[in-house]
């Protein structure tokens, strides 16, 4: 997690993950604190991350406690603290399938495409792409600059996929959990990982006459 707004995002990728039986390295970067903070109202501390963690992952969308529960997938959770540039994930020999960037800031966009490695995140994201594995990046930001937009082009080239925060309305969202849960679930497919966090389209048109 980086420090753009959009931790609901995050939450909906960590716990379809984890309902897939999937394991999880989590880093979450100190501005994602800040974010996460102002959003949630929780700060993510280092000492208690399973309590943050499971508390924050209970909230639906609308911020009100209760909506989910994760049960034992904690566990399956490994949290590597963002200063932390001996952790696991910063070496290639570390394994991975790959790594989600949710969501992704402009400035985190930017550290990864010039290969800055200031952070774990960073340094994360630079082991992936060397080593051929699946980075999906979620950007969320808008306008997009020019300069970001070259970012993005050169995390492209580098073998990323970028995949805006950008929800859809096709699916029938009645909630704003509907449309969290469609950008988590576009994440999900560039990353290959099976879920049922929104319907998919069909190529059908609801009834009545459609022109175009």
């Not at 909230?59 to 904690?74: C, L, M, T, Y």
């Not at 994360?124 to 300069?147: D, F, I, M, Y």
């Not at 497919?189 to 099976?194: H, L, S, T, Y």
Request: proline share 4%; aromatic share 6%; hydrophobic share 40%.
């Amino acid at each position: 997690m980086s420090g753009a707004s959009g931790t609901p995002y995050a939450a909906s990728v960590l716990r379809a993950l984890l309902d897939t039986g999937e394991s999880v390295d989590l880093v979450v970067s100190r501005a994602s604190r800040l974010t996460l903070l102002d959003e949630t109202g929780i700060s993510f501390r280092d000492a208690h991350w399973q309590d943050d963690l499971r508390e924050w992952l209970a909230r639906g969308a609308d911020g009100k406690p209760g909506g989910f529960d994760i049960g034992a997938g904690i566990e399956r959770v490994r949290y590597w603290a963002a200063g932390d540039l001996a952790a696991g994930p910063s070496s290639g020999s570390y394994p991975v399938k790959g790594m989600l960037i949710v969501p992704a800031s402009t400035a985190c966009v930017a550290g990864v495409a010039l290969g800055l490695s200031k952070d774990l995140l960073q340094r994360a994201a630079s082991v992936t792409l060397k080593e051929g594995r699946k980075l999906v990046v979620a950007v969320r930001e808008t306008p997009l600059n020019g300069q970001t937009l070259r970012h993005l082009v050169t995390l492209d080239d580098a073998g990323a996929t970028v995949v805006p925060a950008s929800p859809a309305f096709y699916a029938g969202a009645t909630h704003i959990q509907d449309l969290v849960d469609f950008v988590a679930g576009r994440v999900l497919d560039a990353a290959g990982v099976e879920h049922r966090l929104y319907r998919r389209w069909k190529g059908e048109l609801g009834g009545g006459t459609h022109t175009t």
